[in-house]
């Protein structure tokens, strides 16, 4: 008997990104992602833009995954969708939308936990890449998440370290507001440190006990150096700012590497995966490479288009979950703070 072709559409809407996905068995056919300008003259994401947002993109975004994969709605045979964790209002949209549209083609509904899907990413089904071993451990970074966690199988992982306090991405962010930067400031400081000195100026490290990560400490000791160096000298910022972007990403950078050589150890696991809107960071995907010479790892790097928050990530999670018959029930709800 022929194997049947799974079709899956996911949504993705945790944040301030509307996404949606096409795939067949494992392979993505359509990618699509409407990005919300509108949060940058406010240099961070308002909750209720983006919900408002969300709901005036959703039906153009599936619309458009399903013109470019050239797939009927009738040939879907599920739907998946970020369940969290996320922002309410957007994961609302996302979730309304997904129940309302596997009642009406009557086909089951899938949620995803939208951290999952980063770390799965890996497993979507791409010509030239290679995907983890089991077991693995997997860090993912973005603007609300810095985790490391020992992923023993597709559904079976476990937190061993996480931040503290703020994520990678807002070290980043809070960093780049510091130095009058743009929102988001992650992908400028990154491009400004390719033609800095990382040893120009020394920031301290947190000290945390085990696996978890501390990046508070360190953007309360960047804005009191940013400020008493302007102090002496007004224009101080203008004229160092490739350097003092590059001793951030160095000192952000050595604190993700020293927790992961430390995980290495202690699981003895030396796969390594990245995740998440941060591990775009052509900083740490080199310190990364550069680990499988120093420590023996043998590293994994998602595409960039499965870096940043996208709808691929939450169909692969979907057909993984449609292949051992995990369905949800329509009265599933969001949740913002889903764990993993």
């Known amino acids: 008997m022929a194997s049947q072709n799974i079709y899956i559409l996911a949504i993705e809407s945790s944040c301030d990104d509307t996404a949606a996905s096409v795939m067949l068995n494992g392979r993505i056919l359509s990618n699509v992602v409407a990005n919300q300008k509108i949060h940058e003259e406010y240099g961070g994401v308002v909750p209720e833009l983006a919900s408002r947002a969300h ?16 797939v009927e709605k009738s040939q879907l045979n599920a739907i998946a969708f970020t369940r969290g964790p996320g922002l309410m ?6 979730t309304s939308f997904a ?11 899938i949620d995803v936990n939208h951290m999952q899907a980063h770390i799965l990413a890996h497993f ?30 597709y ?8 931040t503290i306090d703020d994520a990678v991405g807002e070290a980043y962010d809070k960093s780049g507001k510091i130095l009058g930067l743009g929102y988001p400031a992650g992908p400028e400081i990154d491009k400004r440190a390719q033609q ?6 020394k920031f301290t490290k947190p000290k945390v006990d085990g696996l978890n990560f501390s990046f508070s400490g360190l953007k309360t000791a960047i804005l009191y150096f940013i400020q008493k160096e302007t102090k002496a000298n007004p224009n101080f910022i203008e004229e160092n700012l490739n350097d003092i972007c590059a001793s951030i990403q160095y000192t952000i950078i050595g604190i993700l590497i020293d927790k992961l050589k430390l995980a290495s150890k202690e699981t003895g696991i030396k796969h390594i995966a990245i995740g998440g ?57 969001a949740s913002a703070r889903l764990k993993l």
Do not use: C
């Not at 079976?156 to 996480?162: H, R, S």
């Open 277 to 333: 809107g941060v591990s775009a960071n052509s900083g740490i995907r080199k310190a990364l490479k550069d680990g499988e010479k120093k420590f023996g790892w043998t590293t994994y790097i998602p595409k960039f288009e499965y870096t940043t928050d996208n709808a691929a990530m939450i169909a692969i999670v979907g057909h993984l979950k449609f292949l051992e018959g995990e369905f949800s029930q329509n009265n599933v709800v």
């Open 89 to 94: 209002g957007s994961l609302l949209v996302g």
């Open 55 to 70: 709901q005036q993109n959703i039906v153009p975004v599936v619309q458009q995954a399903l013109k470019k994969a050239g």
């Open 124 to 153: 979507i089904d791409e010509e030239d890449f290679n995907k983890p071993e089991f077991p693995f451990l997997a860090m993912t970074i973005s603007g609300g998440h810095t985790q490391i966690v020992n992923v023993s199988d």
């Open 155 to 162: 559904f079976d992982m476990e937190v061993i370290g996480e």
């Open 196 to 201: 800095g000195n990382p040893k120009a100026f």
């Open 99 to 109: 129940k309302s549209l596997a009642y009406g083609l009557n086909i089951p509904l």
